[in-house]
């Protein structure tokens, strides 16, 4: 088991601490290795995805990520955005599946801005398509150029699948989905988008294979206002980087605890990059106060995905569930009648409930 | 005044019916003409804007529009369904300014699935840009090409602006913006979009024009989870087609009752298309339950926006508040304690409370 480890910017390093620390609570003989990616990359080397972060990524079994960015490194140019370096690893390694859970813990349904009937016992899982579409579509710039007569600066994306894309991130929802409640949603702008009519043709040929899971299609802007209204209609949702990047993100959001969220981004071998939902949260960083459970459920999907250790995973998981149950919470999840902790005691309470 | 009616589909006919009724009993000296848009125009003569409604529509002053679409419609192929009408009106008529509010009627607030804390008071308007983006860009297309190695389809769409679509959309966002509370919150993804990130340079430019206006910027997923974490933080919000296409339909959501919230789609002298914020709801169509306040709302931005008419504008909606005062709800708002009525009870309730 090689695991590369990069803490990353803002809060990373001391989320990241507590995981590494419950995984060699563990004893599960995983070498891991620390690098650098993000804004302390830049710092240190002057590119967010340096060579040495490159090698250990691509020699490892799983990267484990903290977080990057901070309004440190907002005014460099844009190669050197400690974004760049996110962008950069999921291309490089292939990780083309982004897989993310939202999931509301019983305990923490007060946090949620909805209402507890609308949300409680929320389980969704987002399926992101994460190294195509309009993310890394060429042509693409800022020129300037003639429009209507006058000398103008255009700005331009191209959103871009091709079939083989399209193929695997679908096979990668319907497998989910198979695990799960066999319901799977795929999101598209089929009525306006060609790119997103080829994505609706393949959903529809692809579920042939899947005859045991329920396909459904739904446009974007429906499924923005769906999952709004009524969330628990969801079990499973697939869709490309665009669309899943917003989406993903509202339904983190519906659960008001996104300092709770993991994520998973595989390549077709699950090989894994895995991170919390949230961002680096430079506001609160160096304090010791950030939310490590995330992190932490983080590596519970890496044991889980890319080292089919389905054991540890639910170790970790039950343990998390645990400290909840006592009552504990960091202060983004914290209401009164439950003990306020930091970062560093939130970690050390889960590796007691081991 | 010259208004072209557009009734369209589903329950477009309905609802229009009593917008049509509260306009005429405003007694506007308003000459209305009807016409075809839509599954209805399809139906008619094969295409779904045909030349008829473009004479139609360019020669009046507004557009007042039900909706379009349906079930009916879906197998047709893409230059024949429903939505191409109202994207070829849009285009025609260079409607490029879409104005959304999502306003909380205090009667309504148990409508949405948020909680009243979040939600109570909410009064966001969405300035979209509508003739631009994604939804028209070139090239686009789906063709079968070789990828690495193999025949494969490639579906495709290209995002692009030109610096004058975003400066004069960002000036209609502005001047709204020193009409409410002063606030602007502009929304892109310039960390991985060349094309957003020419809208956010050229967003401060055009701030320089309105020093009383306080100017911020998100990036869009992060949006999309503040609209639903707090939404109240937000006065106006602009962004481009694609995303305001998502994010309106999400900021209407948090309502729970977007069967109340009109729209206004402006051209630079304020010619303008007037509809609903709902679609066409075929599976009510013709049983007189639909709700025709948001059409009837529809029409009071059209006397506000393109006659300049403020004052026959605020007896429309303070109309309609009177009868939610009174209780009258459609199916789709009611709730125990009020009472239920249909679509043209509630169109007596608005010209009596005239
Ligand atoms: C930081 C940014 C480039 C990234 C993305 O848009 O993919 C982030 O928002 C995410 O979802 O992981
Ligand atoms: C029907 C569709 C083409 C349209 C759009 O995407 O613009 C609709 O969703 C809207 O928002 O008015």
Chains 1, 2 share one sequence.
Not at 42 to 51: H, K
Not at 197 to 214: G, H, N, S, T
Not at 294 to 318: D, G, V
Request: include cysteine; proline fraction near 5%.
């Amino acid at each position: 088991m090689k695991i590369c480890v990069l803490p990353g910017d803002g809060i990373g390093p001391e989320i990241m601490a507590e995981a590494v620390r419950v995984l060699r609570a563990l004893d599960l003989k995983a070498e891991m290795e620390e690098g650098l990616l993000g804004g302390c990359a830049v710092d240190a080397t002057g590119t967010p995805y340096p060579e040495a972060t490159q090698k250990l990524a691509r020699e490892a079994d799983a990267v484990l990520l903290g977080a990057v960015g901070g309004p440190k490194w907002d005014g460099l140019p844009r190669e050197q955005r400690p974004e760049r370096g996110l962008l950069g690893i999921r291309k490089d390694l292939n990780l083309f599946a982004n897989l993310r859970p939202a999931i509301l813990y019983p305990e923490l349904a007060n946090a949620s801005s909805l209402k507890p009937e609308v949300v409680a016992g929320l389980d969704i899982l987002i399926v992101r398509e994460l190294t195509g579409d309009i993310y890394f579509g060429q042509p693409r710039g800022i020129e300037t150029r003639e429009v209507d007569g006058t000398q103008q600066r255009v700005g331009w994306n191209t959103m871009i699948y091709a079939e083989y894309e399209i193929r695997r991130i679908l096979k990668v929802a319907f497998e989910a989905a198979q695990k799960r409640g066999k319901k799977l949603c795929s999101v598209d702008k089929m009525n306006v988008l060609e790119c997103t009519q080829l994505w609706r043709d393949i959903a529809e040929e692809v579920a042939k294979d899947y005859p045991d899971v329920e396909l459904s299609h739904m446009l974007v802007d429906n499924a923005a206002m769906q999952l709004v209204r009524a969330p628990k209609q969801f079990d499973v949702m697939v869709t490309g980087n665009m669309f899943g990047d917003i989406l993903s993100d509202e339904a983190s959001m519906l659960t008001g605890s996104i300092g709770m969220l993991p994520s998973a981004s595989l390549d077709a071998n699950n090989k894994g990059l895995y991170e919390p939902s949230h961002g680096s949260a430079p506001d609160i960083a160096g304090k010791g106060v950030a939310n490590p459970l995330a992190t932490i459920l983080s590596a519970a999907m890496m044991l889980r995905y890319t080292f089919n250790q389905e054991e540890a995973a639910l170790r970790i998981e039950n343990a998390v569930k645990k400290v909840l149950a006592q009552g504990l919470r960091t202060g983004d999840i914290h209401e009164p009648g439950t003990k306020k902790v930091g970062t560093r005691e939130m970690g050390d309470a889960v590796i007691a409930a081991l």
